[in-house]
């Protein structure tokens, strides 16, 4: 039972290149999140996806694009890389909203 | 807008000492579920506990346990005779249940800035 799995697990790009972080997760659940964390900031919301064909904007979507492919797959795009982007991203996945949330095991991404 | 206020940033304690990390939150909502997790050095993220906002029994796992009360909207977490491998970051963490399943925004998941505990041998 692999969980949630992130792929890549570390990433270093240049300014302006594109990339895009996988998820999936092999549990039937419904909502799939993208969170960034940073020092001193927690873990803040990119995109979620409350179902399979549904994604919507959450606190820091700006630079950012998702698409949630089918039940399993979520992924994360950045079309045009910003040292701003630099963080830890977390894919995690629940069945229900008062269900606890199971996460990846994260992407260390620096662009510089 | 739901919050949620973790206002210790560091706490640091010797081992076997007692530390309660606090977590106060704010919501619109009278249903709603709060959630703590635990971030070890390694950085994956551990679930620890779930409560609702209508069970506001305290709860105790071994050496953890989590006080809630509504009155203050604060879901504090105390671990009990600390050891050096509970130092970690600590996340609470909010859902509340919106108007609806599709109020999803509020159904997500918001999380507190987190309180990393040090514990020294």
């Known amino acids: 039972n692999a969980g949630v799995t992130q792929t890549p697990k570390f990433q270093v790009l240049k300014t302006g290149q594109s990339m895009t972080l996988q998820c999936a997760q092999d549990?039937?659940?419904?909502?799939m999140y993208w969170y960034r964390q940073d020092p001193g900031m927690g873990l803040r919301l990119i995109y979620y996806?409350?179902?399979?064909?549904?994604?919507d904007k959450g606190e820091v979507p700006n630079g950012y694009n998702v698409s949630r492919l089918n039940k399993r797959e979520f992924s994360l795009r950045l079309e045009s890389a910003a040292p701003s982007q630099t963080s830890v991203y977390f894919c995690?996945?629940?069945?229900?909203?008062?269900?606890?949330?199971?996460f990846g095991q994260g992407t260390r991404l620096t662009v510089v | 807008a739901q919050k949620v206020t973790q206002a210790q940033t560091e706490i640091s304690v010797v081992e076997k000492e007692d530390v309660t990390l606090d977590c106060v939150y704010e919501?619109?909502?009278?249903?709603?579920?709060l959630f703590w997790y635990k971030q070890p050095p390694s950085g994956e993220l551990v679930f620890l506990i779930r409560?609702?906002?209508?069970?506001?029994q305290n709860e105790i796992s071994g050496r953890y346990s989590w006080n809630f009360q509504k009155s203050t909207s604060s879901f504090n977490f105390t671990i009990t005779a600390s050891q050096v491998v509970d130092s970690a970051v600590y996340f609470c963490?909010?859902?509340?249940?919106?108007?609806?399943?599709?109020?999803?925004?509020?159904?997500?998941?918001?999380f507190g800035s987190g309180t990393r505990l040090q514990v020294q041998p």
């Open positions: 995690a996945s629940r069945y229900r909203w008062n269900t606890e949330a199971f």
């Open positions: 549990m039937n659940h419904n909502s």
């Open positions: 996806s409350a179902s399979e064909g549904t994604t």
């Open positions: 919501t619109r909502d009278t249903t709603y579920y």
């Open positions: 409560r609702n906002s209508f069970d506001e």
């Open positions: 963490a909010l859902s509340e249940a919106g108007k609806g399943p599709m109020d999803t925004g509020r159904r997500a998941l918001t």
